[in-house]
């Protein structure tokens, strides 16, 4: 089946930051949309924002992608930002310098938007995979600690049961609830596996009543 023939089944919102929208890139971004449908076929709303960071001046600043799933029971946040650095580490300094001196700028937002729908047809499997009892889902969903908290940034960490402190972003506080939160707030939330390391997503406030502080957390 083309990509062309498979229909969308579910609303789409496309925002483009720091750059023009561009007719050619909501057209890929759609057709990326709707093969989502095909790995899981019960996704309620697709939310796209595509970024052109400020540094026109460094050849190669890559774009910026940020796909928001909504799904039954919470929403999938992917962020597609490509380093630079990491790529140089892959092909060289002088082949990635080659590379971007002919790579067009047209061309390297076919492959963020690309990169980042590959990255969100994992997410869904593995999602689909759980919900089905392939993977055996947690019973109650994990629970941390607000330790630090930096509400001017729009950022925060988790203290964890294992001692380690993972990151958050204001965008995956559920609910808009991230200017209620407070140091020693409890959460729920889903660990996922960042660009910079695990980071929490679908982060929900726990009401105060009936809440218990997970074991082995400090509050800074």
Not at 32 to 61: D, K, N, Q
Request: hydrophobic share 35%; charged share 30%.
């Amino acid at each position: 089946m083309k990509t062309s023939d498979v229909k969308m089944n579910f609303p789409l919102q496309i925002t483009f930051r720091n750059m023009k929208p561009q007719a050619e890139a909501e057209l890929w971004i759609r057709a990326e949309a709707a093969r989502l449908g095909t790995f899981y076929h019960r996704i309620m709303g697709c939310r796209v924002a595509v970024e052109s960071p400020h540094r026109h001046h460094e050849v190669g600043s890559p774009y910026h992608l940020r796909i928001d799933l909504t799904v039954p029971g919470g929403e999938l946040v992917i962020k597609h930002e490509p380093s630079l650095r990491t790529r140089a580490r892959q092909v060289g300094v002088a082949e990635l310098k080659k590379q971007l001196e002919v790579r067009t700028q047209h061309k390297r937002l076919h492959q963020a938007i690309h990169d980042a729908f590959k990255a969100a047809a994992r997410r869904l499997q593995d999602y689909s995979r759980r919900q089905r009892g392939d993977v055996k889902s947690r019973e109650a969903p994990a629970l941390a600690t607000v330790c630090r908290l930096f509400q001017d940034q729009g950022y925060g960490f988790l203290a964890m049961p294992d001692g380690r402190e993972i990151y958050f972003h204001k965008d995956s506080v559920l609910n808009r609830a991230f200017d209620r939160l407070k140091v020693g707030s409890i959460v729920s939330f889903a660990e996922e596996q960042g660009d910079k390391g695990p980071q929490a997503s679908t982060v929900r406030l726990v009401p105060k009543q009936g809440a218990r502080r997970p074991a082995g957390q400090r509050v800074a």
